[in-house]
């Protein structure tokens, strides 16, 4: 004889059990279907999602407190970009800094460059500006062997020095040299001057009347100088017959060909 209560029970647990499985297999179901769906793309006031599209309508601020450390890092693999900035009209990449540097580029291959600039436009591939009289608008070091700063161009002009006022192009070296130029090819190309010229190492002497000779001191010569002189008014048979220095003291002199009819100046010239 079978006990009644000993039926129910075991019909109520047999359906309590199918709804505990028939519940678990929604919950499956449910969780699947929620891995397979997209995430929808984080907006205003969302949690960012990585792998995913972000919208907002207001800045994104990361804050670091911690004194030196950085606020993000970003690592691309292969030949991956670690960031990128897009901008319709503005700045792609802004960077600014109180004492630092606004924006800094390192890079460990020969073949790549600290900091590139391209433009497809018409306008300039890198630009620096520069408010401050003892700073420059762009400046390049170089600790090796190399250059600081370098231009090519293969139709147009390498390198473009332009001042309304000052020094279009400033060239200075203590013990080397200052500024070297050459043409299309070194020692047999065209060197190209345009405008007014002038040198330190140049000027007038001026010979009194009836001397054949006048000296100019305060020149820097070397072993290697060259005098260049030519009288600078129509005197018959009035020449330069010979300039020489004197490097040791830091002069040379001019000889006429006879004594000067009047006062008579000499361009001079060193070069070397």
Avoid at 149 to 162: E, F, K, M, S
Wanted: glycine share 16%.
């Amino acid at each position: 004889m079978t006990d009644q209560a000993s039926t129910g029970t075991s019909a109520r647990r047999t359906r309590r059990q199918l709804l505990a499985g028939g519940t678990g297999a929604l919950a499956a179901v449910l969780t699947a279907e929620a891995l397979a769906r997209p995430a929808p793309a984080a907006a205003n006031g969302d949690n960012m999602i990585v792998g995913q599209s972000n919208s907002e309508t207001s800045a994104t601020v990361i804050a670091n407190s911690t004194d030196g450390d950085m606020a993000l890092v970003c690592d691309a693999a292969g030949p991956g970009v670690g960031v990128v900035g897009n901008s319709d009209i503005g700045d792609g990449v802004l960077g600014t800094a109180t004492l630092g540097n606004g924006v800094q580029g390192i890079t460990k291959s020969r073949l790549g460059s600290g900091v590139v600039g391209h433009n497809t436009g018409d306008g300039n591939a890198v630009a620096g500006h520069a408010s401050n009289a003892a700073a420059s608008g762009v400046y390049g070091q170089n600790d090796g062997t190399g250059y600081g700063v370098a231009g090519r161009a293969n139709a147009g002009v390498g390198t473009l020095g332009d001042s309304a006022r000052g020094v279009g192009v400033w060239a200075n070296s203590p013990n080397g040299t200052a500024l070297k130029v050459t043409g299309t090819a070194q020692f047999t190309g065209t060197a190209q001057f345009t405008g007014t010229a002038q040198f330190s190492r140049s000027g007038t002497l001026t010979i009194a009347a009836g001397k054949t000779s006048g000296t100019q001191t305060g020149v820097a010569l070397t072993r290697a100088s060259l005098v260049l002189a030519t009288v600078q008014q129509d005197r018959p048979g009035v020449w330069v017959r010979s300039a020489v220095p004197d490097v040791a003291k830091h002069s040379f002199t001019a000889h006429l060909s006879k004594p000067a009819p009047a006062r008579t100046k000499v361009a001079w010239f060193v070069i070397n």
